[in-house]
């Protein structure tokens, strides 16, 4: 199963830029990597797991802002169609047990 973090926070004055900033660092320490600027992924193995992410994201959130946890399944993942730019991307492929560890 995968998780995506989506968010819009607020950055006009330095403190929510700041605290933007400490809340992207916090994702990308739990182990998220960043699909584009304010959408953020990772594979988890079980609902416990996402669970307990859900949670650490809870902790980590800014005060101001919105943000939207989605949860989805590796044949969801697959699913999904990427360009950059014009140029179609290949599909995106689950990542294999033994690459987790």
């Known amino acids: 199963m995968w998780v995506a973090v989506m968010f819009d926070l607020?950055?006009?004055?330095?403190?929510?830029r700041k605290a933007a900033t400490d809340f992207r660092k916090a994702l990308l320490d739990m182990g998220f990597e960043m699909t584009q600027f304010s959408v953020y992924m990772r594979f988890c193995t079980s609902q416990a797991q996402i669970d307990t992410y859900c949670k650490r994201v809870e902790g980590a959130l800014p005060e101001g802002g919105k943000v939207n946890i989605l949860t989805f399944t590796d044949k969801q993942y697959e699913r999904i169609v990427s360009y950059f730019g014009k140029a179609k991307q290949p599909a995106k492929k689950s990542p294999d047990q033994f690459d987790l560890f």
């Open 10 to 16: 607020p950055v006009v004055e330095k403190a929510e």
